[in-house]
């Protein structure tokens, strides 16, 4: 895993946060939005999404920041400047999201906290609550509506917790916390939060967030789908 940049802060601050993120090629983000959305409008949404998920937490002084990415580290650079970037390695997201985590807890952060590029309405405050959470606690986790989670964090390493979870499903987070009980972690739990894995999802961050970019771009992208039973333009 290559090193995180500016030591001298990671010395100050001791906390990090972590976008996971995959360079929003079509055919290989948001496919579960297709349809409604074509493959090119999926990657369009993404990448919108993840601009706003990475301006949202620019916004935070606590901690470092840092983009976990899959694809061109090229893109990455370019797109975001000045941002670390940090490859993922691993053969399914469990391993991605561990080697993430373990490697700044050996770095010698005291708190990592990793989340999707894919909530872009959520507030900083639950991101500061995680930080908080962590100084008590062994891991932390943001329930989502289908039953994985947005945020995970950690104070203290375990790789077992990212194996043998049927990842994709509605069983991760109970599995999730399940195993932690088991392997003697203690766990906090945020407020539930959304994600745009589904057009019920769109809709929802619509409805909740209309002034989010991504919003915005929701809105455009389903004007004039018929598909989407989409009526609510404004």
């Given at each position: 895993?290559?090193?995180?940049?500016?030591?001298?802060?990671?010395?100050?601050?001791?906390?990090i946060?972590?976008?996971?993120?995959?360079?929003?090629?079509?055919?290989?983000?948001?496919?579960?939005?297709?349809?409604?959305?074509?493959a090119?409008?999926?990657?369009?949404?993404?990448?919108?999404?993840?601009q706003?998920?990475?301006?949202?937490?620019?916004?935070?002084?606590?901690?470092?920041?840092?983009?976990?990415?899959?694809?061109?580290?090229?893109?990455?650079?370019?797109?975001?400047?000045?941002?670390?970037?940090?490859?993922?390695?691993?053969?399914?997201?469990?391993?991605?999201?561990?080697?993430?985590?373990?490697?700044?807890?050996?770095?010698?952060?005291?708190?990592?906290?990793?989340?999707?590029?894919?909530?872009?309405d959520?507030?900083?405050?639950?991101?500061?609550?995680?930080?908080?959470?962590?100084?008590?606690?062994?891991?932390?986790?943001?329930?989502?509506?289908?039953?994985?989670?947005y945020?995970?964090?950690?104070?203290?390493?375990?790789?077992?917790?990212?194996?043998g979870?049927?990842?994709?499903?509605?069983?991760?987070?109970?599995?999730?916390?399940?195993?932690?009980?088991?392997?003697?972690?203690?766990?906090?739990?945020?407020?539930?939060?959304?994600?745009?894995?589904d057009?019920?999802?769109?809709?929802?961050?619509?409805?909740?967030?209309?002034?989010?970019?991504?919003?915005?771009?929701?809105?455009?992208?389903?004007?004039?789908?018929?598909?989407?039973?989409?009526?609510?333009?404004t």
């Amino acid at each position: 895993m290559e090193k995180v940049e500016n030591s001298r802060q990671k010395q100050v601050k001791k906390r990090i946060l972590g976008i996971f993120a995959k360079q929003p090629v079509p055919g290989q983000v948001k496919t579960r939005l297709c349809p409604p959305l074509s493959a090119r409008q999926a990657a369009d949404l993404y990448f919108v999404s993840l601009q706003e998920t990475v301006a949202r937490a620019q916004t935070l002084t606590s901690c470092d920041l840092a983009i976990c990415y899959s694809g061109d580290g090229g893109w990455f650079a370019a797109t975001f400047p000045g941002i670390s970037l940090v490859p993922q390695h691993g053969n399914g997201l469990g391993e991605r999201m561990a080697q993430c985590l373990s490697g700044w807890l050996a770095e010698g952060y005291e708190a990592a906290v990793l989340i999707g590029s894919d909530a872009p309405d959520l507030p900083t405050a639950l991101i500061e609550e995680a930080f908080s959470a962590l100084e008590g606690a062994d891991l932390v986790h943001g329930p989502a509506l289908d039953g994985g989670y947005y945020l995970v964090g950690e104070s203290t390493h375990n790789d077992q917790l990212y194996s043998g979870i049927a990842w994709s499903t509605d069983k991760v987070l109970e599995q999730t916390l399940a195993k932690a009980t088991t392997l003697g972690l203690s766990s906090v739990l945020l407020p539930d939060w959304d994600d745009l894995d589904d057009l019920p999802a769109l809709l929802r961050l619509v409805d909740r967030s209309p002034h989010s970019i991504t919003a915005k771009q929701v809105r455009t992208v389903l004007k004039h789908s018929t598909d989407s039973g989409f009526d609510g333009l404004t």
